[in-house]
């Protein structure tokens, strides 16, 4: 069974530019979330989707990030326009709900660097 | 070796020697935590975890120990291997999220394994 993917692994943008991330979750997970970690610092919740609902958004910095989950597949996060600050790794995570521990799968992480 | 206070960055120990990581944990009200291991250019994985009901679980090679009346959290590794060397982070999750609601991460602590 295929894990987490996310697609690119790397992306160096210009300041200002638009990046959009892909996250494939684990086939029939209906929980994905979107994590990040910048500059070494711990990794933060950004949003949880429940299929194509967002359960949670509490975790979005601000309006130049969107994140959709059209038809409760994959998932993509835009970042427009990117600022220095948004450089980091971007993680994805899924899981299924109805288990007792709901563990997260993580994928590899998208490093994204804006410049 | 042992990485003492709340958080050190880096941990580094002998081959063969155990290793405790150890994490302080920032909600009274978090029922559930985990330590996920990170190598390079992957995501976090899971290690192990455990409830708040419990004071300690063990797994193959690795114990979690979890101190509620100070918040903290630790990971034992039993004879350390060369493929240990990662980074560790212990998460919490908040209870009242529901089981699929959001993790809290730690800031992370990179376990160098000497050979």
């Known amino acids: 069974e295929a894990g987490v993917t996310q697609f690119p692994s790397h992306s160096v943008i210009e300041k200002g530019q638009t990046v959009t991330l892909r996250c494939d979750p684990i086939?029939?997970?209906?929980?994905l979330y979107w994590y990040r970690r910048v500059m070494g610092k711990e990794i933060k919740f950004l949003l949880h989707?429940?299929?194509?609902?967002?359960?949670?958004e509490s975790g979005m910095p601000n309006n130049r990030f969107l994140a959709e989950r059209t038809g409760g597949t994959y998932s993509t996060l835009k970042v427009q326009p990117a600022e220095l600050e948004d450089s980091g790794v971007y993680f994805c995570?899924?899981?299924?709900?109805?288990?007792?521990?709901?563990?997260?799968?993580f994928g590899p992480g998208t490093r994204l660097t804006v410049l | 070796g042992e990485n003492v206070g709340l958080h050190l960055p880096t941990l580094s120990v002998q081959e063969g020697d155990n290793s405790i990581i150890n994490c302080a944990y920032s909600?009274?009200?978090?029922?559930?935590f985990i330590w996920y291991k990170q190598e390079s250019g992957k995501g976090p994985q899971f290690i192990i975890d455990i409830r708040s009901n419990m004071d300690k679980r063990q797994g193959q090679r690795v114990t979690v120990l979890l101190n509620k009346t100070v918040k903290h959290l630790s990971l034992q590794i039993a004879a350390t291997q060369p493929g240990d060397s990662a980074v560790y982070f212990c998460?919490?999750?908040?209870?009242?999220?529901?089981?699929?609601?959001?993790?809290?991460f730690g800031q992370g602590t990179t376990l160098q394994v000497k050979p």
């Open positions: 989707f429940v299929k194509e609902s967002k359960q949670d």
């Open positions: 995570a899924s899981s299924l709900s109805g288990q007792s521990y709901n563990e997260q799968f």
């Open positions: 909600n009274s009200a978090s029922d559930y």
């Open positions: 086939s029939g997970h209906d929980n």
């Open positions: 998460a919490e999750r908040v209870h009242g999220s529901g089981n699929t609601g959001k993790l809290i």
